[in-house]
Antibody
Framework: QVTLMQSGPALVKPTQTLTLTCAFS??????????LGWIRQPPEKGLEWLAR???????LYSTSLKTRLTISKDPSKNQVVLTMTNMDPVDTATYYC??????????????WGPGTVVTVSS | DIVMTQSPLSLPVTPGEPASISCRSS???????????LDWYLQKPGQPPQLLIY???NRASGVPDRFSGSGSGTDFSLRISRVEAEDVGVYYC?????????FGQGTNLEIK
């Protein structure tokens, strides 16, 4: 069974760095075509794609946030980590990790984590 | 960046009746491989989004066949042949042709 489990802080202060972890199971991230991404959703708003990392290590970022984002993978731990620097109250959102699997030809987020609610406040 | 526009934003539907949501992209989503890189998701209240349709018209695993996707280029539609109570939530289209991926604003389907 494919699952994504997320962890990270519920509260961060302005200017701090957010670190979110996505632990996956039930599939191998070394399989060609596998991708993992991060998407966020501010309260009562829509979805915003943040970043993606591929099985071969390629990394892609949101145009508007790329200077603040870093995505990385730890194959030995079956984890993907997203860091976002210089957090601001406007970054308050639910952050989701999601898989782009080969079942959808690597073109759609077919498995989603439960989300981590992050509030940015002093 | 590609901009995605959905309509309507609110969709009240009587159970058993059909429903349709439109999604338009600012650039063609038709790849050189002749596939349209357009996905549909449903976010039920209090849950993460779930994949319904990928590559324009392919139902994801476990998705009921009352859901169908169509369209090509810049104009796409999601159709529900007979709406059920469990279909309530917000529907999003997303372009996966190029990064940054982008979502439509969402369509809130509610039961009349």
């Amino acid at each position: 069974q494919v699952t994504l489990m997320q962890s990270g802080p519920a509260l961060v202060k302005p200017t701090q760095t957010l670190t979110l972890t996505c632990a996956f199971s039930g599939f191998s991230f070394t399989t060609p075509g596998m991708r993992l991404g991060w998407i966020r959703q501010p309260p009562e708003k829509g979805l915003e794609w943040l970043a993606r990392i591929d099985w071969d290590g390629d990394k892609l970022y949101s145009t508007s946030l790329k200077t603040r984002l870093t995505i990385s993978k730890d194959p030995s731990k079956n984890q993907v980590v997203l860091t976002m620097t210089n957090m601001d109250p406007v970054d308050t959102a639910t952050y989701y990790c999601a898989r782009m699997g080969i079942e959808s030809a690597g073109t759609a987020f077919d498995i989603w984590g439960p989300g981590t609610v992050v509030t940015v406040s002093s | 960046d590609i901009v995605m526009t959905q309509s309507p934003l609110s969709l009240p539907v009587t159970p058993g009746e059909p429903a349709s949501i439109s999604c338009r992209s600012s650039q063609s989503l038709l790849h050189s491989n002749r596939l349209n890189y357009l996905d549909w998701y449903l976010q039920k209240p209090g849950q993460p989004p779930q994949l319904l349709i990928y590559l324009g018209s392919n139902r994801a695993s476990g998705v009921p066949d009352r859901f169908s996707g169509s369209g090509s280029g810049t104009d796409f539609s999601l159709r529900i042949s007979r709406v059920e109570a469990e279909d309530v939530g917000v529907y999003y289209c997303m372009q996966a042709l190029q990064t940054p991926y982008s979502f439509g604003q969402g369509t809130n389907l509610e039961i009349k």
